[in-house]
Nanobody
Framework: QVQLQESGPGLVKPSQTLSLTCAVSGGSITSNFYFWSWIRQPPGKGLEWMGAIAYSGTTYYSPSLKLRTSISRDTSKNQFTLTLSSVTPEDTAVYFC???????????WGKGTQVTVSS
């Protein structure tokens, strides 16, 4: 059973950089052929896929967030990290880390972590 756990600050000031880490247990982030992704849900809105880091280390980003987003990993700790720069109140959301299979879509979700951008 794969488990994902998000961690990071619950409150970030506008223009700052948000960093969230997802710790993975029960499976390796280098296992073929999975993708480890970040998805967020702003209040009252739908889910937004932000980006992913593949088992190979290749990264993929949503075009709308590409300029502000970076995803990295630490294979020794089996975790991956989202960095979102120049945040605004519109970045307020629940952030989820998930595992995606090549053909099956998302099969495991973290519980999510609330991030509020406010001065």
């Amino acid at each position: 059973q794969v488990q994902l756990q998000e961690s990071g600050p619950g409150l970030v000031k506008p223009s700052q950089t948000l960093s969230l880490t997802c710790a993975v247990s029960g499976g390796s982030i280098t296992s073929n052929f999975y993708f480890w992704s970040w998805i967020r849900q702003p209040p009252g809105k739908g889910l937004e896929w932000m980006g992913a880091i593949a088992y190979s280390g290749t990264t993929y980003y949503s075009p709308s967030l590409k300029l502000r987003t970076s995803i990295s990993r630490d294979t020794s700790k089996n975790q991956f990290t989202l960095t979102l720069s120049s945040v605004t109140p519109e970045d307020t959301a629940v952030y989820f880390c998930v595992r995606e299979g090549d053909a099956m879509g998302v099969d495991y979700w973290g519980k999510g972590t609330q991030v509020t951008v406010s001065s």
